[in-house]
Every structure is written in structure tokens, then in C-alpha cells.
């Protein structure tokens, strides 16, 4: 059986508040390379160009960006112009729909979704489970189109849940060789200690019923991250307690096979995560002494500890309870590849720094454990 997860960060597309939190270093990013462009005497058309779009994306441009665009219906498909264009007929029966959205996502460059789907492939796993999935339409064109080829054929079973997130954005489970979905405990319901939610994204916990019977208990999780402005420590301990619980309730009844995965916002040694880590009754694989590490850390933002037991800066983990963890084959860690910079001689028009310049690259991780 091998399992793996990946804190994904949207399949297709992503919400307009990603790129409001990162204005300020794309700004300065835009900045230096329009001085860059700025000092060179001998400008050709195609650097010329890529300064008219430096001062469009910094506001220098007296052409407006708007966030609306006009959707019509039109022989079956729907076309979109700016706003600002000739009067169109408002909806009605004969026309259809025709009126004004705002824009909430912006597409992903492709290149960033395939390293992605090659660190699934790596992994080649019976059950995927991931974060930050942005909708079931997502996943299930996700399954068919590019896990689908890589893999031989689609996952079989799938599941989108949606939480308390208010970018719509969920936790999936894959399922395929005979690995099934037999059951779904949601999570998103409860609350913290000042009555707010006390998982952002959900908690769901998953039961898998093995080809040989066995019964198998998955609980996907992402707790929060601390940023610029805020300390969750508090909130992050809270929610590891509340996971200790979901254990405990498992143990008592006869459940010892689980697996814990997903991102817990905090190195292993980090205070907030004590009630889960500390009793060691789950365990991290990368304590595991067949531990591998496959990709390059430092690109990713990550820094090796000298052993086989992961990273300083990790934040993402697979947890198994003992009885999993006694029954490892192998498990390790796929870092995606991350695309270099082009240099401005090859870049595209509009091809632009917001929309394929990734934050971070999660790792996947995977685990192979022995039947029985």
C-alpha cells in the first residue's frame, strides 16, 4: 500500500488574494527590472515592449485595469470583451444570459501544474490525498486529463470536500487498485475557544477499506500558518489537540491503523504541535531510517539537517501510528522542480512574475507499508 500527500496550492486557478499578499515584492521585483531596462542604451523592440508592461503592471500606464469583463452567450459558448465597449442587449429569452462577473482567480502556468504531476507519478501512489484543491470540477479534470496518462489510467474513486475557507478551497482523496472510500467524517463545524472556526480549511477524516479488508483511517489536515502581522501558535495548538482527540477515539475503538497528513504549520520540535508529536504514539517518516530525499531542498527553500530526518523548515508531514510505522517498506520525500527566472530577452508578452511565480514549492511525500 503507498500513500501519498501534497499540499497541491490549486490545480487550475487561483484566488485574486494570493496576489494582493504578495503586491509588494512583485512591485519591487517589477521596479528593479524596469531600472535594469532603463539603463541599456540600445533597447530593441522586444525590451521595449516588456517596459510598456513593467508600467502597465506598476500603474504608470494611464490605461486602467478593471477587474469586470462581459460574458455573452453565443452559439453555445460564452465570449468575453473589456468593459468599456459598445452597449449589448441585456439578457432575455431569446439572447441568454448576458451580464457582468467579477474576475476572483487567475489560471496557473502549466509548467508549475507538471512538476507537480511528475512528483505524483514518482510516488505512483494507491491513495493521493491533497490540500488546497480549489473545486471538484478541478480535481476531476486533474484526474482524467494529466494523473490519468501519467499513471496509466485515472484514480477510480475521488472525493472533493469543501470547508470554511472563503476561496473556496478543499481537501481530496484518491483512491485506485482496489483501495476504496467507505466513509467521510467532516470536521469543519467545530469551534475554537472564541467560538470561531477552528479549522480554516476543514479536517476531514477519511475511512479506506483495503483490497484485503483491512480498514484504513486517513485525517487530512492544514493548520495555521503564523504570518508578518500574526502569532496562531495558541490556535495551532488547539487544533492539535482536537486531532489528538480524533487518535484517541480511534484507539478505543479497535482503529490503529491512521495516517495523518497535510500541512501542520510548524517545524516537529514547535511548541504547538506537542499533544500531537510528543507521546510519539504517531510517528513522522522522516525519522524513518529508509527515509529518502529525491530533488533539490535548497531550491525549494528548504535546508538539510545533515540526516536522513528531513528539513529545519518543514512544515508539511506524514504521520503514521505506530502500527504503520512499524510495517514501512520505504517513504520519502519528491520536491518539485521549480522553473527558473527567464531572462528578459525570452520573455512573452504578458508573461509576467503574479502568474508563475510560486511562493513556495510543497513537497509530496509518500509512504509504502507492508499489507497485514
Not at 116 to 124: G, L, M, N, R, T
Not at 207 to 224: A, K, N, Q
Not at 365 to 371: I, M, Q, S, T, V
Request: charged share 30%; proline share 4%.
Amino acid at each position: 500500500m503507498r500513500i501519498a500527500t501534497m499540499n497541491i496550492q490549486n490545480l487550475f486557478h487561483r484566488d485574486l488574494s494570493f496576489l494582493r499578499q504578495n503586491a509588494s515584492k512583485n512591485l519591487q521585483d517589477w521596479m528593479q527590472e524596469f531600472q535594469s531596462l532603463l539603463k541599456n542604451p540600445n533597447k530593441q523592440h522586444q525590451e521595449l515592449g516588456r517596459m510598456r508592461e513593467l508600467a502597465f503592471l506598476m500603474g504608470f500606464s494611464p490605461q486602467a485595469t478593471e477587474p469586470f469583463l462581459t460574458l455573452r452567450r453565443k452559439g453555445g459558448h460564452l465570449y468575453v470583451k473589456p468593459l468599456g465597449g459598445e452597449r449589448q442587449t441585456r439578457a432575455t429569452e431569446r439572447v441568454g444570459w448576458n451580464g457582468w462577473v467579477e474576475l476572483r482567480s487567475y489560471p496557473l502556468d502549466e509548467k508549475h501544474r507538471s512538476s507537480k504531476v511528475d512528483c505524483i507519478a514518482k510516488a505512483d501512489p494507491d491513495i493521493l490525498v491533497l490540500q488546497e484543491v480549489e473545486d471538484r470540477a478541478s480535481l476531476s479534470d486533474f484526474n482524467k486529463d494529466y494523473l490519468g496518462p501519467k499513471l496509466g489510467g485515472a484514480f477510480e474513486q475521488w472525493l472533493f470536500t469543501e470547508g470554511n475557507d472563503n476561496r473556496g478551497l478543499g481537501h481530496a482523496i484518491l483512491t485506485r487498485n482496489g483501495y476504496r472510500i467507505i466513509g467521510f467524517q467532516p470536521h469543519a463545524h467545530e469551534r475554537d475557544r472564541e467560538g470561531k472556526d477552528l479549522f480554516e480549511m476543514d479536517c476531514p477524516e477519511y475511512t479506506i477499506l483495503t483490497p484485503i479488508g483491512d480498514e484504513l483511517t486517513i485525517i487530512s489536515t492544514r493548520f495555521s500558518e503564523d504570518s508578518r502581522d500574526e502569532d496562531y501558535s495558541a490556535k495551532r495548538k488547539e487544533q492539535n489537540r482536537r486531532i489528538k482527540s480524533y487518535c484517541n477515539r480511534l484507539s478505543a475503538q479497535g482503529k490503529d491503523r491512521i495516517v495523518i497528513c497535510g500541512t501542520l504549520g510548524e517545524v516537529s520540535y514547535g511548541n504547538s504541535l506537542r499533544p500531537l508529536l510528543s507521546d510519539r504514539e504517531v510517528r513522522d517518516i522522516t525519522e524513518h531510517s529508509r527515509f529518502e530525499v529525491i530533488g533539490d531542498m535548497k531550491n525549494n527553500g528548504f535546508s538539510n539537517t545533515g540526516s536522513h530526518s528531513g528539513w529545519l523548515a518543514k512544515h508539511d508531514y506524514l504521520l503514521s501510528s505506530q502500527l504503520l510505522y512499524d510495517h514501512i517498506n520505504r517513504c520519502g520525500v519528491y520536491f518539485p522542480k521549480l522553473t527558473k527566472k527567464a531572462s528578459v530577452s525570452k520573455l512573452a508578452p504578458l508573461k509576467v512574475n503574479i502568474m508563475d511565480k510560486p511562493m513556495s514549492a510543497p513537497p509530496l511525500l509518500w509512504g509504502e507499508y507492508e499489507a497485514g
